[in-house]
């Protein structure tokens, strides 16, 4: 019998806290985030992303039919956001504003992260009119050598035309969706939290959007921008990536970890039947979640270069949050056995 996995995000998110403390292998709740990487391909070659050295590896667009077998899975699982995009740029796929408006349609929360590089008036106003909720552009810095250093075949000054051009056009469809995001990259600080430079948010002054700032990564070790990356070995952590998300790449195959755009660590395949249900507590997962917290990561690409674990982390405060925690856990976990047992009963009593 299909487990039944927990939707609502408030327990949500004291299962997901209370399956780290316990090192849990299966989950009984959905992911947070669902990606449908639609596009993987790249209309750049930034150094600190894996497009800088695809090497021959398979590029492609989500077929119309693949999104249609997809988007009810994802909606069943009600994630707190569908990402529409992973390993490449989003907006090179003809149909994007289409699945944008289905998602959005299925009651789904859609964001969409582009680079903005090549973004036309005519793609920018599509994904306006569709009803895309959140938008976030990847403009990594201010320093306009840096960018075009890291951004391989990007424009500074263009670039930002094109993101100052789709917030106007927000503003003259006279709508207050997208939320627009603007993403800095900065060194990783050891115990500090990222945040956005004063030249970043002059840049882009007068601008109706958001700021946020992330440490740099180097897509675990997958990049070429190591310096930049601030990677440090200062201990290990767990993987929160395998307790949070799961992608599901442009030919249904479905990629465990979001820092995976070649496929090391498949766990389902939409083409083949699979869910993405499924694949969430699928054996694979489960163990790939056993070994990370392990930190029995040698010879497991791309976790045995991934900085993500080992940027140590301060373990959470129990305080009345793991109290309630514990709680929920124990709850889902007895539901889980309910639903397990039920079957059997009923054939025991013949109901």
């Not at 492609?60 to 699982?77: C, D, I, K, N, T």
């Not at 969409?112 to 036309?120: F, I, M, Q, R």
């Not at 793609?123 to 951004?151: H, N, P, V, W």
């Amino acid at each position: 019998m299909r487990e039944r996995l927990v939707t609502n995000n408030a327990l949500r998110g004291l299962l997901y806290r209370e399956a780290l403390r316990r090192e849990a292998t299966r989950l009984p709740y959905a992911p947070f985030t669902i990606y449908l990487d639609v596009c993987n391909a790249c209309n750049l070659a930034c150094t600190f992303c894996p497009q800088s050295h695809w090497e021959g590896r398979p590029r492609g667009r989500m077929a119309w039919e693949m999104f249609e077998r997809a988007l009810p899975q994802v909606a069943e699982l009600k994630p707190a956001r569908l990402f529409l995009f992973r390993y490449g740029e989003a907006t090179l796929h003809d149909r994007i504003a289409d699945m944008v408006k289905a998602a959005v349609d299925a009651g789904l929360r859609v964001r969409l992260h582009t680079n903005a590089a090549g973004l036309t008036e005519a793609k920018a106003l599509a994904l306006i009119e569709a009803g895309l909720q959140e938008c976030r552009f990847s403009f990594d810095t201010a320093d306009r050598d840096l960018y075009e250093r890291m951004r391989v075949g990007s424009r500074f000054d263009r670039t930002v035309a094109n993101i100052r051009r789709m917030v106007e056009l927000r503003g003259g469809a006279r709508r207050r969706k997208p939320v627009f995001e603007l993403q800095e990259l900065v060194p990783y600080v050891s115990g500090a939290r990222a945040a956005n430079t004063e030249a970043y948010r002059k840049l882009f002054q007068g601008l109706d959007v958001r700021f946020t700032a992330k440490f740099m990564h180097s897509f675990a070790g997958q990049g070429s921008e190591k310096t930049f990356a601030g990677r440090r070995a200062e201990g290990r952590s767990q993987c929160s990536q395998l307790y949070r998300r799961i992608v599901v790449n442009f030919d249904g195959k479905i990629h465990a970890c979001c820092l995976d755009p070649f496929g090391y660590n498949v766990v389902g395949d939409l083409a083949a039947g699979d869910t993405i249900a499924a694949a969430w507590n699928s054996p694979r997962m489960a163990q790939l979640r056993e070994r990370t917290n392990r930190g029995d990561v040698r010879g497991l690409r791309p976790c045995h270069s991934c900085e993500m674990l080992t940027r140590a982390e301060p373990p959470a405060r129990q305080g009345l949050t793991g109290v309630l925690a514990v709680t929920a856990w124990r709850w889902a976990a007895g539901g889980q056995r309910r639903e397990q047992d039920a079957p059997e009963t009923s054939r025991r009593t013949g109901g």
